[in-house]
């Protein structure tokens, strides 16, 4: 028999697991909910632990990537990487963005596909200047719209299976 502090150990390792793996660029909250739900956690808990977990890279890379990537473009090894990632990210989807501004960034983040998301977000919003006193909140709506379109396709996904 587990002792209390066996299974609190484990319910708050399963958390740790999707708050990290919401964290990761490319998974994000996308992929952390069907993770949360897998390992066990209820649709809303598993919801809620990834969207915490997704938020926590935005302010770092809102404050801090225009810096590094310019300290970056400087070095001979990373100076095409750098360029390549800022070119792909202002060219699939800062369109939207300049041309709704804040709404557009809701919406970047809030469509569930590949190359969408906090991290790209959060990219296109440092590299275009935007505020942070808009483009958070703008992220932060963006990314819990995501969270209820994923957690209610992975809940009837996972319906369906069982």
């Keep these: 028999m587990?002792?209390?502090?066996q299974q609190l150990l484990n319910?708050?390792?399963i958390?740790?697991?999707?708050?990290?793996t919401a964290?990761?660029?490319i998974i994000e909250l996308r992929g952390a909910i069907p993770v949360g739900i897998s390992l066990g956690l209820s649709p809303i808990h598993a919801t809620i632990i990834a969207f915490i977990g997704s938020m926590i890279p935005v302010p770092f890379i809102l404050f801090t990537i225009r810096p590094i990537f310019n300290y970056l473009k400087a070095t001979?090894?990373?100076?095409?990487?750098?360029?390549?990632?800022t070119d792909r990210s202002m060219n699939n989807n800062?369109?939207?963005i300049q041309k709704y501004g804040v709404w557009g960034l809701i919406l970047i983040v809030a469509i569930p596909l590949p190359g969408t998301g906090v991290w790209s977000g959060s990219l296109i919003a440092a590299l275009m200047d935007m505020r942070f006193k808009w483009a958070f909140p703008a992220i932060l709506m963006g990314n819990a719209i995501a969270g209820i379109i994923i957690m209610l396709l992975s809940h009837?996904?996972?319906s369906v299976i069982s």
């Excluded at 001979?76 to 990632?85: E, G, Q, S």
């Design 2 to 5: 587990e002792t209390l502090l």
């Design 11 to 13: 319910f708050l390792s």
């Design 15 to 20: 958390e740790f697991t999707v708050m990290l």
């Design 23 to 25: 964290a990761l660029p």
């Design 76 to 85: 001979r090894t990373f100076k095409k990487l750098v360029n390549k990632l």
């Design 94 to 96: 800062s369109g939207k």
């Design 156 to 158: 009837g996904v996972v």
